[in-house]
């Protein structure tokens, strides 16, 4: 074994032990797991100058991207693995409007606020379209992961039926960032300079992720459901994994979004007749949590934080911007389906979280030149989970109780 693999298994290990152990004091202490393992993150040299020598980054650009991209595919797949298709029926509707149309909205109107900041500061931004792009599909996207560990106090108090949309879009609108950021990054190296290219490259990834998923989670769910495997209950979440990997491989090498397709394949498999759900999404809430730790360690790791101080007037304005977008879309899209306090409290309860983070890392390992634009991308997209997590993220219990929402029986 070389001296630079043991220098960063051990420094490695001894990171996601201390990160699983920020996890269960968030856990007992009512914040986000994530925001500490981020912290961590941060607070920790990444270039390893305190140890003798030259030695190279803990972490490089090219690794964190492949590790993210990995990690929230995990992320992702058990999404699907433990959306209950069924008891989620009922929400389907608004679900929809607000992962699609709602995500498609706040993407392009942050877009359009980017353009015109470039056109107002002409010295600050100057990266055209398809960084402008990016933003806002990079941010476009929730995480009920956080909404649900931020709201779990108020637990069997609060309407399903209310907890089960924020489920939904949080689920379905993933694929909306990813393939728009897809898309942004495809304009840089001039394979979607025209408005055509661009809708069939999105139909393109839209459609091969949902078939392939569809049929790789058909086939995930018959080998789980042959006998000779569902007596080895241990090697079942390995399986799912397996599946998942080879779908989100073989989608990408076909042109199709791997992720979507992750996603798609572990709905099949966990909405499946003949599979167990309950002994699926215990044995791969292992490896959920382990992706989770890597995801936020990585970003701390791989974004200085003078880099986020340096871009906080930018982080704080697109917060700002994220908010007021999704109060004006999201009421009018729950219209007729919520109440007027379900409508501005899911408005309001739109954390982001792995998505934003792994799209960040993406686009920063594929920056080329001291220009590109890419490099921005981590320090924003950082901020932005962090002020979401503290701002929203203390503040959702005593809006729901505000307006009214919680009750000892909760229907």
Known sequence: MSTGL??????????????????????????????????????FDNNLSALPGDPPPLLALGQADQLAQVAVAVVLFHGGLTTNWQALRSVVGPGLRLATVGSLLTALTLMLLVVLLEWVFPASFT??????????????????????????????????????????????????AVVLAGVALAMVTGHGSDGI??????????????????????????????????????????ICLAVMLVLMGVTT????????????????????????????????????KLAELLLFLCMGLVVAPEDVLRMLPWILLLFIAMQIVRLLTVPPLLAGSCTTAERIFVSFSGLRGAVPIALAIQAAAQAKGPDAWGMYMPPLALGVVVLGLLVQGFSLVPLAQRLGLTSADAA
């Open 197 to 238: 290219t661009m809708t069939n490259d999105v139909l393109r990834q839209f459609l091969m992720g949902i078939l392939i998923g569809f049929m790789g989670g058909t086939f995930g769910a018959q080998l789980l459901e042959r006998h000779s495997l569902k007596e080895l209950k241990s090697g079942q979440a390995v």
């Open 6 to 43: 043991a220098i960063f298994l051990a420094v490695f290990g001894g990171l996601l032990i201390t990160s699983a152990y920020l996890d269960r004091l968030a856990v007992r202490s009512r914040v986000p797991g994530v925001l500490l393992v981020l912290v961590l993150g941060l607070l």
């Open 127 to 176: 990266h055209g379209l398809p960084f402008a792009l990016f933003v806002g599909a990079m941010v476009c996207s929730t995480d009920s992961s956080a909404v649900m560990a931020l709201l779990r106090p108020l637990s069997g108090q609060l309407p399903q039926r209310l907890l089960d949309l924020i489920e939904f879009e949080s689920a379905f609108n993933d694929p909306m």
């Open 253 to 288: 090498l076909l042109g199709g979004s791997g992720l979507l397709a992750a996603y798609i394949g572990g709905l099949v498999i966990g909405n499946h007749d003949q599979v167990e759900r309950q002994e699926l999404e215990d044995g791969h809430e292992v490896f959920m």
